[in-house]
């Protein structure tokens, strides 16, 4: 094999291989700044598409409430109605009633309107809420007098107004008397 010693062949030769190397290295830079880009590119759609599920579930999570509690102004305006047919029932004149066939079936026309009423508010997750008895709830019991008694202390021992709620949402909290220890 011959030998070149031509020095300006050597040089051609030395500028050739370093101008591959600078296409090589800077190939290699540019192919990492490529990845580097992609990583990026495909990070960002990995948060998008993160970001568009979290919008879909708060968004079906929102219509669920809405379609919930639409009727709560509604459902609000009704229970008034509904505790009006049992201030009825409970005050109607039983004396009269007993002696009265026309009184009795008007009592009765009100018991069944009543009855039906809370079915349909109890189709519709309307919940009464009567504690009569049971233990204070200041989630759903509003304590407007504390009555000194014998019984257990913080049971509700009168309902003033009954409480209602839609599903797990509080309309109106039912008013109480609660009792308390007698005082010696």
Do not use: C, W
Not at 12 to 38: A, D
Not at 64 to 75: R, Y
């Amino acid at each position: 094999m011959e030998e070149n010693n031509n020095p300006q062949s050597n040089s051609q030769e030395s500028k050739q291989e370093t101008q591959q190397e600078e296409i090589k290295i800077t190939s290699e830079e540019k192919i990492i700044e490529l990845e580097q880009k992609l990583s990026e590119s495909n990070d960002k759609i990995l948060r998008a598409f993160a970001e568009l599920d979290n919008v879909r579930r708060r968004s079906r999570e929102e219509l669920e409430k809405s379609a919930k509690f639409a009727i709560s102004n509604f459902a609000s305006d009704l229970v008034l109605v509904m505790e009006n047919f049992f201030l009825a029932s409970e005050n109607a004149p039983k004396a009269e009633i007993e002696k009265v066939p026309a009184i009795k079936n008007y009592a009765d026309a009100i018991v069944m309107t009543e009855k039906e009423l809370m079915k349909v508010l109890e189709k519709n997750q309307i919940r009464r809420i009567y504690p009569l008895n049971q233990k204070f709830d200041h989630n759903f019991h509003e304590a407007i007098a504390h009555v000194e008694s014998e019984s257990e202390e913080e049971v509700v021992i009168q309902v003033i107004q009954a409480g209602y709620s839609i599903a797990d949402r509080l309309i109106r909290p039912a008013l109480v008397a609660v009792a308390k220890k007698k005082e010696i």
